[in-house]
């Protein structure tokens, strides 16, 4: 078993003033422990988490310790396997844009489900809906 997990998880465990952290939190360490067998991420995730963390704090100092506890550091590992999108993936998401195009499902989103075909993930956890009838999605509000 595998999740991958998604940039509002991530971001909400880290924004303490999120109405969604505790939520995040509880679903972070859920997966940590193996609940849901490996949990992955990608190098998309990281940049979107990073860059709305940036955007929503304005400042660097407290946008780069997100991204550094995803992908771990030297003295801290992260338990999350991270994936990177590469040429072929960034190809198919641009048709899976369009070809979702009534899902409004976002360019990172659409990495992300190439991903998850081509690794055989078995599911998502995310707040986002838009997922939903194209993988499976694991709720953090559900776990």
Same mark, same amino acid.
């Given at each position: 078993?595998?999740?991958?997990?998604?940039?509002?998880?991530?971001?909400?465990?880290?924004?303490?003033?999120?109405?969604?952290?505790?939520?995040?939190?509880?679903?972070?360490?859920?997966?940590?422990?193996?609940?849901?067998?490996?949990?992955?991420?990608? &190098?998309?995730?990281? =940049?979107?988490?990073?860059?709305?963390?940036?955007?929503?704090?304005? =400042?660097?100092?407290?946008?780069?310790?997100?991204?550094?506890?995803?992908?771990?550091?030297e003295d801290c590992?992260?338990?999350?396997?991270?994936?990177?999108?590469?040429?072929?993936?960034?190809?198919?998401?641009? =048709?899976?844009?369009?070809?979702?195009?009534?899902?409004?499902?976002?360019?990172?989103?659409a990495t992300t489900?190439?991903?998850? &075909?081509?690794?055989?993930?078995?599911?998502?956890?995310?707040? &986002?809906?838009?997922? =939903?009838?194209i993988v499976d999605?694991?709720?953090?509000?559900?776990?």
């Amino acid at each position: 078993m595998s999740v991958f997990v998604d940039t509002g998880v991530f971001y909400a465990q880290h924004d303490e003033s999120s109405n969604r952290h505790d939520t995040a939190q509880q679903a972070l360490e859920a997966t940590a422990t193996g609940q849901f067998g490996q949990p992955l991420t990608s &190098d998309y995730i990281v =940049d979107e988490t990073v860059t709305l963390t940036l955007s929503r704090f304005n =400042d660097p100092e407290t946008a780069l310790p997100v991204g550094q506890r995803i992908v771990g550091t030297e003295d801290c590992p992260s338990p999350v396997e991270l994936l990177f999108v590469g040429p072929d993936r960034f190809h198919q998401a641009i =048709d899976l844009v369009a070809q979702y195009s009534d899902q409004r499902l976002s360019f990172t989103d659409a990495t992300t489900v190439t991903l998850v &075909d081509e690794h055989d993930i078995d599911y998502v956890l995310s707040f &986002d809906s838009d997922f =939903d009838g194209i993988v499976d999605r694991l709720d953090p509000a559900e776990l």
